[in-house]
C-alpha cells in the first residue's frame, strides 16, 4: 500500500500528462493510503506481540480482535472508494 501511495502522489503517467483534478486528488488520496498502510502495519505488530506473548503462557490462541477488523474496513472502504473516484475521473476524460 506504501508503493501505490507513492504511485498515487507522484501522478504516474506513461502515456499522458495528469489532468488538474488528478493532481489535486493525488496528494489526500496518497495521504490516505500511506496513513492506512502504516495503520495495517501497527496493527499485524500488536497481534504478533499479542501472540508471542500468549505462546510464552502457554496460552495462545491467534485470532484478530476488533480493533484489526477496524482497520481493514477502514482500508477496504479506501481503497474501493478510490477505485470509484479513478473510474469516474477516467469516464469523465473520455466522454
Not at 3 to 24: C, D, G, M, W, Y
Not at 47 to 54: F, L
Request: aromatic content about 8%; overall charge positive; hydrophobic content about 55%.
Amino acid at each position: 500500500m506504501a508503493i501505490v501511495s507513492v504511485a498515487i502522489v507522484s501522478s504516474f503517467h506513461l502515456r499522458n500528462q495528469p489532468t488538474k483534478l488528478e493532481r489535486r486528488v493525488a496528494l489526500p488520496l496518497g495521504l490516505i493510503f500511506w496513513v492506512s498502510a502504516l495503520a495495517c502495519l501497527a496493527a499485524g505488530f500488536a497481534n504478533y506481540i499479542k501472540a508471542v506473548t500468549k505462546y510464552s503462557r502457554r496460552t495462545a490462541l491467534v485470532q484478530s480482535g476488533w480493533k484489526t477488523q477496524a482497520v481493514f474496513t477502514l482500508v477496504a472502504i479506501a481503497l474501493i472508494t478510490s477505485c470509484l473516484i479513478l473510474l469516474s475521473t477516467s469516464a469523465q476524460q473520455h466522454s
